[in-house]
T-cell receptor, first 112, second 114 residues
Framework: GENVEQHPSTLSVQEGDSAVIKCTYS??????FPWYKQELGKRPQLIID???NVGEKKDQRIAVTLNKTAKHFSLHITETQPEDSAVYFC???????????WGAGTKLIIKP | DAGVTQSPTHLIKTRGQQVTLRCSPK?????VSWYQQALGQGPQFIFQ???????QRGNFPDRFSGHQFPNYSSELNVNALLLGDSALYLC?????????????FGAGSRLTVL
């Protein structure tokens, strides 16, 4: 079945710098790739997603890139701010008849 | 517009007891998924309900069961509780078709089993 690996498990960056989190998936049939942000003690929230017919998607300071050939996708956060500190989860799905398969999460720490 | 609401927010049970957790989906959503999130871990998929039927199930034992009502709200039941069932239980709702995996989460029900 599908497997999603996420790296790094912890990422510490200086405020204002960029952060990149990477995920790889095993099933080439996967076609939907969301990213969720979970602040401490709060619910996961969808921050951006991408479908397999698109290579890149941006929303203000965040972007997601997808490389279908290599089967990996990445979350990019530019000009990081203290409120970006959270755990970020990637996920993948083969379509509406299949569940999301989640990565293990990346704890992002923004140093002042 | 209320988002996904879950109840209760916290509860404590003892081993062997049974628990029922409740979820009301976001307005306009007809699909409900349940997840278990242990401390420091990612969400683990339990099952998904659509049109009052369980349409997908993760790797959880039969002690975990659910129900969806005609108004799209849902319940998660766990029987014969084990210490390892202590976790945050998250409900997520979505609309159908291509958006079925675009999830809106509730705040969760934190279950402690003693």
């Amino acid at each position: 079945g599908e497997n999603v690996e996420q790296h790094p498990s912890t990422l510490s960056v200086q405020e204002g710098d960029s952060a990149v989190i990477k995920c790889t998936y095993s099933d080439s049939a996967s076609n939907y790739f969301p990213w969720y942000k979970q602040e401490l003690g709060k619910r996961p929230q969808l921050i951006i997603d991408i479908r397999s017919n698109v290579g890149e998607k941006k929303d203000q300071r965040i972007a997601v890139t997808l490389n279908k050939t290599a089967k990996h996708f990445s979350l990019h956060i530019t000009e990081t701010q203290p409120e970006d500190s959270a755990v970020y989860f990637c996920a993948a799905s083969k379509g509406s008849n299949y569940q999301l398969i989640w990565g293990a999460g990346t704890k992002l720490i923004i140093k002042p | 517009d209320a988002g996904v609401t879950q109840s209760p927010t916290h509860l404590i049970k003892t081993r062997g007891q049974q628990v029922t957790l409740r979820c009301s989906p976001k307005s306009g959503h007809d699909t409900v998924s349940w997840y278990q999130q242990a401390l420091g871990q990612g969400p683990q998929f339990i099952f998904q309900y659509y049109e009052e039927e369980e349409r997908q199930r993760g790797n959880f034992p039969d002690r975990f069961s659910g129900h969806q009502f005609p108004n799209y709200s849902s319940e998660l039941n766990v029987n014969a509780l084990l210490l390892g069932d202590s976790a945050l239980y998250l409900c997520a709702s979505s609309s159908g078709g291509q958006s079925i995996n675009v999830l809106t989460f509730g705040a969760g029900s934190r279950l402690t089993v003693l």
